[in-house]
């Protein structure tokens, strides 16, 4: 392939250091990024083998890609178990002044989120348990018209609870490779994920059937301002 020279990415480019990206053709690079690009989530490695010519390195172009974009306003990151184009992380500051910062999650939310992380799977009364306070219907309603938890079957006890999980979409909105990457729980409660903001309903809002909220535990408050119970 190197003996092809209009087939391959510039050798000796600033943005395509070291021999090994010098040696992927342009084609298979530009096909690559192109997908990356088009596709509203990470791409995963088996979409991109499916798009390049069989027997295709892979993790090689993705490898030129990542350098190719290196130290550029937008970048090439391991998200949600696929690849995705970010924003610099250093840029984010200077881009707030111009792009609106969505809302985040209450804080309430954020809470049993970093419990479902962390301990998942976990059923609705464990999540209360842990917390030290109810969820409210409302709160895993966010979580779930967020897409960052799903259903995980249900656990073989009386009333056979759900289970909840974390999704994709949470590795991908937190920027995530896989589970293994999760940070500090205090730095979990402090990242935002945003989604619409959800109207006022009662403390006491009805708990799920069948996952057994604790009827003893204190409601959370429903201004994501206002002080919380620990998380445990």
Same mark, same amino acid.
């Given at each position: ?15 395509? +250091? #070291? ?12 096909? *690559?990024? *192109?997908?990356?690009?088009?596709? @509203? ?5 088996? /979409?991109?083998?499916?798009? %390049? ?7 090689? &172009? ?13 970048? %090439?990151?391991? &998200? #949600? ?6 924003? /610099?992380?250093?840029? @984010? ?31 609705? @009364? ?6 030290? =306070? ?5 709160? %895993? ?7 960052? &938890? ?17 999704? @994709? ?31 006022? +309903?009662?403390?006491? =809002?009805?708990?799920?059937? #069948?996952?057994? =909220?604790?009827?003893?535990? !204190?409601?959370? !408050?429903?201004?994501?301002?206002? !002080? ?5």
């Amino acid at each position: 392939m190197s003996d092809t020279p209009d087939h391959t990415a510039g050798a000796g480019s600033p943005a395509d +250091t #070291g021999a090994e990206a010098a040696r992927i053709p342009a084609d298979w690079l530009r096909l *690559a990024e *192109a997908a990356v690009f088009a596709a @509203a989530g990470p791409v995963a490695p088996q /979409a991109l083998a499916a798009l %390049l010519p069989e027997g295709a390195d892979v993790a090689a &172009v993705l490898e030129a890609l990542r350098t190719r974009y290196a130290g550029r306003g937008v970048e %090439l990151a391991m &998200v #949600g178990g696929g690849v995705q184009f970010r924003t /610099a992380p250093d840029l @984010a500051p200077a881009l707030r002044k111009v792009i609106e910062v969505p809302r985040r999650l209450p804080r309430a939310a954020m809470e049993a989120l970093a419990i479902i992380a962390y301990h998942q799977p976990v059923t609705r @009364a464990e999540i209360e348990e842990i917390r030290g =306070a109810s969820l409210s219907q409302n709160s %895993l309603d966010a979580l779930l018209e967020a897409e960052l &938890v799903a259903p995980r079957g249900r656990r073989e006890t009386p009333g056979r609870p759900t289970l909840w999980g974390t999704t @994709a979409a949470f590795l991908t909105r937190f920027g995530l490779a896989d589970l293994r990457e999760l940070p500090r729980r205090e730095e979990l409660l402090n990242e935002a994920a945003t989604l619409p903001e959800e109207p006022p +309903t009662p403390a006491t =809002a009805p708990a799920e059937p #069948g996952d057994g =909220a604790a009827p003893a535990a !204190p409601a959370e !408050p429903d201004d994501p301002g206002a !002080p919380t119970e620990g998380t445990g």
